[in-house]
């Protein structure tokens, strides 16, 4: 008789996983599931489920190797239930087991479910973040604005990581202000690694061309690392190669470069092939070597640290209602450029082509492409929200909701976000060399040939004129707007509504 169920999910495939610390390996069996419900209900993109159904299977081998039971239940297989829950149920039948031993999904619907169930459940804190939940809302309760900031400073206070006693290395907390240079076009710009696919990861490429080719996104050319040895072989390269220019340009943008300085760790982090504290032990001893710069060390520190951490606990704390906010107001469909349709906006062409390809993006062509137009034509966040979690091979809903309703699209009305991220294209044309090449001209700020990021901007400020206008971040900004002319302010709008106008009709913009 098995005295448990223990359930491993696709993005917990670290050995020292809560649940199976606690399981007892020679009366417990671990359950793990490739199932349609999770890969195509949203629809996600090809190479992510690749990534997640090779690691799985991986994983699994390991933990049979190790002396586990472990009934794994491939997408093909005849008796999969195609959902968690279901496949839950028929193990314990299967098993004559009572009761399921988990680690807390980062997904408040997969809680929902599991706490459903008509069996035993017993969840257990994810252990893998470096603050408790308990930490992170012990920091919050009281406070006015729960801003990153603050808790990243905390954060660094309890793990010591960049201290200098009890101040922070350098004598500044942030070194934000030093990493946004724009970069330029290098023939000799450093890769990152390609990890070919063994016998295991072919048989899943296989398996997701047959079984998922209606999803977007291309599976030709994937070579995520699937193990945790591939991962620290990635990170190994990062520091090596990409690192010591990663800060003065993570914010940069060019075409044709999909990776720039960046590490492409996400993926490999966030389904648990790293372990976030060792990623910034490891940024910090390579600034103690000398290495790489403090701007560097600390800009990647702060995403894991600080970030990623942050996000996590305001996801976990607010509870399911985050994801339906929409302080805004915001309906627009997500327009089918989106999804791979023809645009002449070069920036956004750019962004989805490479997303489609690679299933990834930087930040800031999250952010300030794709995020910023959504929020500026007023698309509804819950499908914005849809797609960033469908696209994106690092995105799970406790990341990628925060980042999505909170920073790009002030949906949860500033909990994250002081101010919404809204940009003209003169931004982009910053830290970028998109606007280059584009149909539309990033100089002119009304007409035809505008660029529709000039148009949308002050049309996007005017509509929430009465929210923002006393924000002190955004007085400059309506300063500008009450300097303009009439005649000038009813043309803007009046090319704004145009172009809408054209984008609700489905029309190539």
Not at 94 to 122: F, M, S, Y
Not at 141 to 155: H, N, P, Q
Not at 176 to 199: I, T
Not at 352 to 370: F, S
Request: charged residues 30%.
């Amino acid at each position: 008789m098995v005295s448990r169920l223990i359930l491993v999910l696709g993005d917990q495939l670290t050995p020292t996983l809560s649940a199976l610390e606690q399981a007892n390996r020679e009366t417990d069996v671990v359950v793990m599931a490739e199932v349609r419900g999770e890969a195509g209900s949203p629809k996600h993109h090809p190479q992510k489920i690749a990534l997640i159904f090779s690691a799985m299977r991986k994983f699994a081998a390991r933990l049979e190797a190790d002396g586990w039971t472990v009934a794994y239940a491939r997408l093909e297989d005849r008796d999969n239930a195609q959902t968690i829950d279901g496949e839950l149920l028929r193990r314990a039948e299967e098993h004559g087991a009572t009761e399921v031993l988990c680690t807390t999904p980062g997904d408040w619907r997969l809680i929902q479910l599991l706490d459903d169930l008509p069996l035993k459940v017993t969840r257990l804190p994810d252990t893998r973040f470096i603050s408790t939940q308990e930490e992170f809302e012990g920091w919050a309760e009281g406070r006015k604005e729960l801003r990153m900031e603050f808790f990243y400073r905390e954060m660094r206070r309890k793990t010591g990581i960049l201290m200098d006693g009890d101040k922070p290395e350098g004598g500044k907390w942030n070194y934000d202000h030093d990493n946004r240079a724009p970069a330029k076009a290098d023939l000799f710009q450093p890769k990152v690694p390609a990890f070919e696919p063994d016998g295991v990861t072919q048989e899943v490429l296989d398996l997701v061309a047959r079984e998922f080719s209606d999803h977007f996104g291309d599976l030709d050319g994937f070579d995520y690392p699937t193990t945790p040895e591939e991962a620290q072989e990635a990170l190994d390269d990062f520091i090596e190669n990409r690192f010591e220019s990663f800060g003065t340009y993570q914010d940069a943008m060019l075409a044709g470069e999909p990776h720039l300085y960046h590490s492409i760790l996400s993926p490999a982090l966030n389904i648990g092939l790293l372990d976030p504290l060792d990623l910034c032990k490891r940024a910090e001893a390579a600034y103690r070597a000398g290495k790489v710069p403090l701007n560097s060390a600390e800009g990647f520190i702060r995403q894991i640290l600080g970030w990623r951490e942050y996000v996590r606990g305001i996801y976990m704390m607010d509870g399911p209602a985050y994801t339906s906010r929409n302080a805004l107001r915001h309906h627009r469909d997500l327009p089918w450029l989106y999804w791979g349709g023809e645009t002449d906006m070069a920036c956004l062409s750019e962004v989805v082509r490479l997303t489609k390809e690679n299933a990834y993006a930087h930040h800031i062509q999250r952010l300030m492409v794709t995020g910023n137009f959504a929020l500026l034509i007023g698309a509804d966040p819950a499908q914005v929200q849809e797609w960033y979690l469908c696209v994106y091979a690092d995105a799970f809903e406790w990341v990628e909701a925060p980042n999505t309703a909170g920073m790009s699209l002030f949906a949860d009305g500033g909990m994250i976000a002081s101010k919404p991220y809204a940009a003209s294209g003169n931004y982009i044309n910053r830290m970028s060399d998109y606007c280059a090449g584009c149909a539309y001209d990033v100089r002119q700020k009304t007409g035809d040939d505008a660029c529709p990021f000039n148009l949308l901007y002050w049309w996007f400020l005017d509509r929430h004129e009465q929210r923002f206008r006393k924000n002190v971040r955004m007085k400059t900004i309506y300063a500008t707007w009450d300097r303009m002319k009439d005649d000038r302010k009813s043309q803007v709008l009046a090319d704004a509504e145009k172009f809408l106008a054209r984008l609700d009709a489905g029309e190539r913009v």
